[in-house]
Structures are given as structure tokens and as C-alpha cells.
């Protein structure tokens, strides 16, 4: 079955902690992103990459941190700079620009 | 600065009759608009897309229109079902050809029996 994957579903962090999310594809997707929602809010764009080995900030890339090393994988990092980390991430993939976005199942955050 | 907008944060219609869900860009680059149905907790399942080549495009009860000139897209559901109930996100592409997909807020449609 072709898609994309999030794990962990739940994720808890204590403050202070980095934490790493995983996205993988098996869709063959040259393009990968991570959004962030919060409630009232969409989804706000945090990194995203268009092919192995490169990768762009989006809107709000502050306190997180990504690698692009499979075409497969695009993990993210969350790392203690970001202050209010407590949130739903999605993760996407796209063949190309006129294309639709593929969209895991998501990770729900928590800083305890 | 928001790019895309939906400025109606919910909408509320009768099953059977039309949704009309709105959607404003400020980004003349923008070439290409999607739009998504999201239920919580889930990610995103794509609906429909439109090309800036064309002002209209169809697939089943669901129709996407683009004015460029206003920069304004919409996406009209005839007939709403009760199944069509979740928050609705639309969002742009083509902004200098760098793949960024920038999305909305959402409208939450409430589709009543």
C-alpha cells in the first residue's frame, strides 16, 4: 500500500527536551513538508523540501529543525528553543508543484 | 502576513442545499489551488484542485471557481450531506516556483440533517 506514515500517533515531551518525529513515503514523492496546527489557526508551515539533501524554512521554522537525507524519510526535530511546542503535525508529500499534497495521519505533541 | 485567507472561520446549511465556501489569496504568483476536507485528529484528504489557466473545474458535487482578477476561489458543494461535515482548508502554490504550499485557516462546515 502506497502512502505516507507519522509516528509516533501521541508524543510526550518534558520541557527542556528535544523530540523527533518521523514521516516516511513510499509514494515516490520528490517533495516533503511538516505543518503545524493549532486550533483556530490552519496549518502553518514549518520546513519543507523539494529534494534529497535540500530543504527551505517555511513560515514559522523557529525552534525546529529538519534533515533530507532518503527521498523516503523528512524527519523533524523539535528542539527545547521552541516555546510552545504543544501542537498537531502533519507531515505531506507531493510529486510535484501541480499536484496534490499526500498528508499522513498526523503526531499530537504534548510538553508536560 | 496571510497569504490565503478564509474568513469564515464556520458555516452552517441544510442537507441537500449548496455550500459555499470562500477563499482570498494576495499572492499574484500564485498558479495552482487545491483544496482539503480535514476531521479531526486525521490529516487532510484532497477534494479538488484548479490550475490558474482555467476559472472553473468540476468533479461530482464539488466545483472550485477561480476569479483571478479579484483573487478570490471558491468551492461550492451541491447537494450538502451530513457526511460533509469538517473543517475545509484551501491552499496555494507557485509563488516563484519554489513548491511552497501555504494553507489557509479553514471554514468548519456544519451540514445539519
Known amino acids: 500500500d502506497g502512502g505516507i506514515t507519522q509516528s509516533p500517533k501521541y508524543l510526550f515531551r518534558k520541557e527542556g527536551q528535544n523530540v523527533t518525529l518521523s514521516c516516511e513515503q513510499n509514494?515516490?514523492?520528490?517533495?516533503m513538508y511538516w505543518y503545524r496546527q493549532d486550533p483556530g489557526q490552519g496549518l502553518r508551515l514549518i520546513y519543507y523540501?523539494?529534494?534529497?539533501?535540500?530543504?527551505q524554512k517555511g513560515d514559522i521554522a523557529e525552534g525546529y529543525s529538519v534533515s533530507r537525507e532518503k527521498k523516503e524519510s523528512f524527519p523533524l526535530t523539535v528542539t527545547s528553543a521552541q516555546k510552545n511546542p504543544t501542537a498537531f503535525y502533519l507531515c505531506?508529500?507531493?510529486?510535484?508543484?501541480?499536484?496534490?499534497?499526500?498528508f499522513g495521519q498526523g503526531t499530537r505533541l504534548t510538553v508536560v | 502576513d496571510q497569504q490565503v485567507k478564509q474568513n469564515s472561520p464556520s458555516l452552517s446549511v441544510q442537507e441537500g442545499r449548496i455550500s459555499i465556501l470562500n477563499c482570498d489569496y494576495t499572492?499574484?504568483?500564485?498558479?495552482?489551488f487545491l483544496w482539503y476536507k480535514k476531521y479531526p485528529a486525521e490529516g487532510p484528504t484532497f477534494l479538488i484542485s484548479?490550475?490558474?489557466?482555467?476559472d472553473k473545474n468540476e468533479d461530482g458535487r464539488f466545483t472550485v471557481f477561480l476569479n483571478k482578477s479579484a483573487k478570490h476561489l471558491s468551492l461550492h458543494i451541491v447537494p450538502s450531506q451530513p457526511g460533509d461535515s469538517a473543517v475545509y482548508f484551501c491552499?496555494?502554490?507557485?509563488?516563484?516556483?519554489?513548491?511552497?504550499?501555504?494553507f489557509g485557516q479553514g471554514t468548519t462546515l456544519q451540514v445539519k440533517p
Open positions: 509514494l515516490n514523492h520528490d517533495a
Open positions: 523540501s523539494q529534494i534529497v539533501n535540500d530543504f
Open positions: 505531506a508529500s507531493r510529486a510535484g508543484q501541480v499536484a496534490e499534497a499526500f
Open positions: 491552499a496555494a502554490d507557485g509563488s516563484g516556483n519554489t513548491g511552497k504550499l501555504i
Open positions: 499572492n499574484s504568483m500564485f498558479d495552482y
Open positions: 484548479i490550475s490558474s489557466i482555467k
